[in-house]
């Protein structure tokens, strides 16, 4: 009685492998290649010549879903203003280096992520600072703000300023006042001699 081979499971087939002995699958290692590193530094340089701000923090702990709306919550405050990002530290090292970014390259230690604005500093930090009370295993390391490094408790100080739109939200309500009080002035006037016609009007009845 012939003896009938098993089928090869379905990653076999999928490499092209019909041995019994079949061929091993790749090993996922993870590691990048000389071309994917010069382009994530080359990306990550003009993002930094680009940014108004930068900050650094220590994600280490956080899950995948708090990351997750951590990242959707940048991506929709910022309006394409805000990006965070998690890369490796040498890759980071090498895009700072020569930049004014250069100052936070001693932050650049353990698992990284970066968070830069284009815009608004101190929306980002908000997010940032908010995010981390909920979560206290996100730790703020430092931050870049018009060139100059800070530190995490200036970024918290950062954090409880007005943001871009509050400040223009104030400001729109700085000029609108007094044209309200305008409007009234010089309406007042025509609704106090309407009442005095009208009262006019009711004596003569």
């Known amino acids: 009685m012939s003896r009938i081979s098993p089928s090869p499971p379905r990653w076999a087939q999928a490499y092209g492998s019909t041995h ?17 590193k010069e382009q994530q530094v080359a990306e990550l340089r003009e993002k930094f010549a680009r940014a108004t701000c930068v900050y650094v923090a220590d994600y ?73 009370k909920d979560h206290e295993v996100f730790e703020l390391r430092a931050g870049l703000l018009d060139g100059r490094a800070i530190d995490a408790s200036e970024i918290g100080t950062l954090a409880t ?23 009234r002035l010089v309406s007042e006037p025509g609704a106090q001699i309407a009442r005095v016609l009208s009262a006019r009007g009711s004596e003569e009845d």
């Open 20 to 36: 019994r002995a079949y061929r091993r699958r790749p090993r996922r290692t993870g590691v990048l290649s000389r071309a994917q």
């Open 161 to 183: 300023l007005p943001s871009l739109d509050e400040l223009r939200a104030m400001l729109l309500g700085l000029v609108q006042a007094p044209a309200t009080k305008l409007v």
């Open 60 to 132: 280490r702990g956080i899950g995948v879903q708090s990351a997750n709306q951590l990242r959707r919550r940048i991506r929709k405050e910022g309006d394409g203003d805000y990006e965070y990002r998690v890369a490796k530290n040498s890759v980071v090292r090498r895009a700072v280096t020569d930049t004014p970014v250069a100052e936070l390259a001693e932050s650049f230690a353990g698992p990284t992520a970066v968070a830069i604005s284009y815009g608004d500093s101190v929306g980002l930090a908000k997010i940032l600072v908010d995010f981390a």
